[in-house]
């Protein structure tokens, strides 16, 4: 290394050493900062867990919050009129920016879109400057109530960031801002008239409020890890089961139903009687098949796969099982949906297709997935002998699809002449729809 720099031409080697010297200036300057981030609680606080349908409620409430301060100040301004352009002039580009950033959060929101920490965080910190601006631009220390709109944003930044330590460097930013916007602008602080302890009071509010919602966010944090952690364990109790079955029960009653159709073939038609019975005992065979790929094929659900995946292969063993042709169709893109909520619709379609299969005498089944821009709705239809007029009170199936669909916070819809002829029965949710159970 040292000759083939030797080699160079002398000008070419001054710069190379002056840019490796900026490069090792450069190096010792990150290992410095990121060595000071850790040291405070600043690395790895993006990684940590957090609760997606948290930070959608979070982020709501902040973007309805801001909502009623600007309408607030409308009515305070229409309820004492005041020169417009003597008074309020300063605060234009804040509100106006105001409004813009709340706006676009709240198409974000109403759009289904990616909701993260760092976007919530983005959004406290330009509130802060928009109202340190608006401070800056009034009366400084002097204004009777704008310093109170900073305790919402650190109870954000105490909701949002993880670490206790953070959240206090936050709350010292925010502390400074004001603390300097106070001693320049406007007529100061009056010492004459004790102002600094008022100042000094508001500061201390500053760091209790952080404080304080930092440590109760991180016992629901600890809460929710929990339940995650306990519905992670429930889950791969449901895949061990769900295998077991599979190795066992699922494979005997298949070797059973296989015995079954062998004898039916064989009695041929000289015993009717017979070959009636064997066929009701093939079919219950079938059923009881049928009914034990409902725990096996939920395990995908529960290791992840989209609804209309788990639905697809469903649909493919209902016709390998029943040999009655049964196909899925899927129209839009599937939203991103909680595990509880993937597993109850799963469990309707599969209760749908016991009713096909048992009750309506179908020949054709067909399972459609309909992910619109408000509702996501789920249609199972037949082309048998359609339902009775009191089909709700036979068994327990409807009754159970139903509650299932109100969980869910949906409706079911049953037509006793569908599309195809028999009965359809459609489920349908809010697209916006998403339960407490974890991903």
Known sequence: MTRRVRDIHPRNQRCFERETTQVSRYSRAVLLITSAAGAIGMMGWEHSDGDPDGLRFLARTFVW?????????????????????????????????????????????????????????????????????????????????????????????????????????????????????????????????????????????????????????????????????????????????????????????????????????????????????????????????WELRHPINVGGIYEGRTLGSALKSHAANFTNVTSVPCELTQTGVEPSLSTETRGLLFSIAHNALTNAYRHAQASKVAIHLACEKEEVRLSVSDNGIGLPGDYAQHGHGFANMDGDALRLGGRLVVEESGAMGGATVTCVIPRGWSSSTPQ
């Open 65 to 289: 919050a801001r909502w009623f301060i600007l309408a607030f100040g409308l009515v305070l301004w229409v309820y004492r009129p005041v020169d417009w352009q003597e008074t309020f002039a300063v605060y234009v580009p804040a509100i106006l920016l105001f409004v813009g950033l709340n706006g676009y959060t709240h198409y974000r929101l109403a759009t289904e879109k990616a909701v993260t920490r760092g976007w919530i965080l983005l959004n406290a910190t330009l509130d802060v400057f928009i109202l340190s601006s608006a401070i800056a631009a009034g009366e400084g220390f002097g204004h009777d109530y704008l310093h109170l709109l900073y305790y919402p944003q650190l109870a954000g930044y105490a909701v949002v960031l993880t670490s206790f330590r953070l959240t206090m460097v936050c709350a010292t930013f925010v502390a400074v801002l004001y603390l300097v916007i106070s001693l320049t602008i406007g007529d100061r602080i009056d010492t004459a008239g004790t102002e600094e302890k008022t100042l000094f009071a508001r500061i201390c509010v500053m760091f209790a409020v952080a404080a304080i919602v930092n440590i109760i966010a991180k016992f629901e944090r600890v809460r929710w890890r929990q339940a995650v952690e306990r519905e992670r364990e429930q889950q791969r109790e449901r895949v061990e089961f769900s295998q077991s079955i599979h190795d066992t029960t699922a494979q005997l009653a298949y070797m059973i139903g296989l015995g079954v159709d062998t004898a039916r073939a064989q009695a041929g038609v000289a015993n009717p009687e017979l070959a009636a019975t064997l066929e009701a005992t093939s079919r219950l065979s079938r059923s009881a098949i």
